[in-house]
């Protein structure tokens, strides 16, 4: 929670440090204001604000408000750096096979990638081989 007015720096400085710093960055911000159309501190970065005077009761209602939203964009934040390991795993897998390296020194290694990045028990490979009818 940041105010606009505050002594030895600006509310808007220090939203604008805290977004430039890579550990503060994601970090959900509210901010306080006196002016009834201050709609600056969005504009810095700040996810929400609020207009003083203002209850507790809506204070707090934001602060939950914004610790889910942070909670939930932190969340597609893993998912998105999963779906990227997995394509990258796929598309060496792929590589691998398609450059003619021994299949099961291939597959082999495929497992224990598949196995380090899934975080699962068992990772099963099925080869299937076309027979002539």
Excluded: W
């Amino acid at each position: 929670i940041i105010d606009v007015m505050m002594p030895n720096i600006n509310g808007y400085e220090l939203l604008n440090m805290l977004r430039s710093n890579i550990s503060t960055r994601l970090i959900p911000i509210i901010v306080l204001t006196a002016r009834a159309n201050e709609y600056s501190g969005l504009n810095y970065g700040a996810d929400d604000y609020l207009v003083k005077p203002f209850s507790s009761r809506e204070l707090i209602a934001r602060i939950h408000t914004n610790i889910k939203l942070s909670q939930l964009r932190n969340q597609l934040i893993s998912q998105q750096y999963k779906q990227e390991q997995i394509k990258q795993l796929l598309t060496s897998i792929s590589s691998n096979i398609l450059s003619g390296l021994d299949l099961k020194v291939t597959l082999s290694e495929a497992v224990k990638d598949i196995h380090q990045i899934l975080l699962c028990d068992r990772v099963f490979v099925i080869s299937y081989e076309p027979s002539d009818f």
